[in-house]
């Protein structure tokens, strides 16, 4: 990969920083500060796959977020640069975005601590995810087909039906976010149920009660009939991690969490809530 990464920078014409190098889930992504010849501060990140699976939702995200969503009034790093070359079978896809000063809020999807995040960040925030969401695509961040497998498996509730499907950013934690606002890796951005962007910082936020309490004041849609089947969604995902050893610390809460759902779809189809 450091190879493949070097030469990746050379085809774009861009010097690699020492010492700022970040893996991304079982290797499978290299990232790292880079300039251009003209100075700019660029980031250089490398995605590696099979080369018959190179193609897809998950390939082709940057992209098409680019494309599609340009840079969010500023709080989606552009992409400017694309390189692909496969080598012995591996297809690799260098993407050359702009550098985002700031760090990211944490170091892990889950938040373990608490954070002091300014009313305009939440403000920001919301006001990006309400814009995301009215942009039109044919992604999809969630299959229904999905949610009517796990959710019954690992919240023990038949899957809700979504009153509404809109499009979202599709993996909204704390490693992905920074102060002023910035969202980063939209690899798997398309439509989701309602809430489910919400849900998914909420779930990640789980630990720390004073945060969890903000994202919910934040958005009102969480605990409602309208984003059971978000809420649901995502805490199955999670779930699921948790039952192939990953996200351990959260299986306490989302135990907890499965419950409250558990009572929210009863009440709902009583209609006592």
Request: glycine residues 8%; charged residues 25%.
């Amino acid at each position: 990969m450091r190879e493949r990464h070097r030469r990746a920078a050379q085809a774009l014409s861009v010097t690699v920083e020492p010492g700022g190098e970040f893996w991304g889930w079982a290797g499978r992504t290299l990232g790292a500060p880079a300039r251009t010849a003209a100075g700019q501060p660029v980031w250089l990140r490398l995605v590696a796959d099979r080369e018959e699976k190179a193609s897809g939702k998950l390939w082709e995200g940057a992209w098409d977020a680019q494309r599609i969503l340009g840079d969010l009034d500023g709080r989606r790093p552009a992409l400017v640069g694309l390189h692909d070359a496969t080598e012995d079978g591996t297809a690799y896809r260098a993407e050359l975005s702009e550098r985002v000063g700031q760090p990211v809020l944490s170091g892990s999807p889950i938040l373990h601590e608490e954070l002091d995040l300014p009313g305009t960040w939440w403000t920001d925030l919301a006001t990006t995810l309400h814009k995301l969401a009215a942009a039109a695509t044919d992604r999809v961040a969630v299959r229904a087909q999905y949610m009517q497998r796990a959710i019954p498996e690992f919240v023990g509730i038949p899957a809700p039906d979504a009153p509404r499907w809109s499009t979202a950013h599709g993996d909204l934690h704390w490693a992905n976010l920074t102060n002023p606002l910035r969202v980063l890796d939209w690899e798997g951005w398309g439509t989701a149920p309602e809430g489910f962007d919400c849900a998914m910082l909420y779930a990640y936020s789980l630990l720390r009660p004073g945060t969890a309490a903000r994202v919910r004041e934040t958005f009102p849609v969480l605990g409602t009939p309208a984003a059971l089947a978000a809420e649901a969604t995502v805490c199955a995902m999670l779930l699921q991690t948790v039952s192939r050893g990953d996200n351990l610390v959260l299986e306490d809460p989302l135990r907890e969490w499965t419950e409250d759902l558990r009572r929210r779809a009863t009440a709902y189809v009583r209609g006592t809530d």
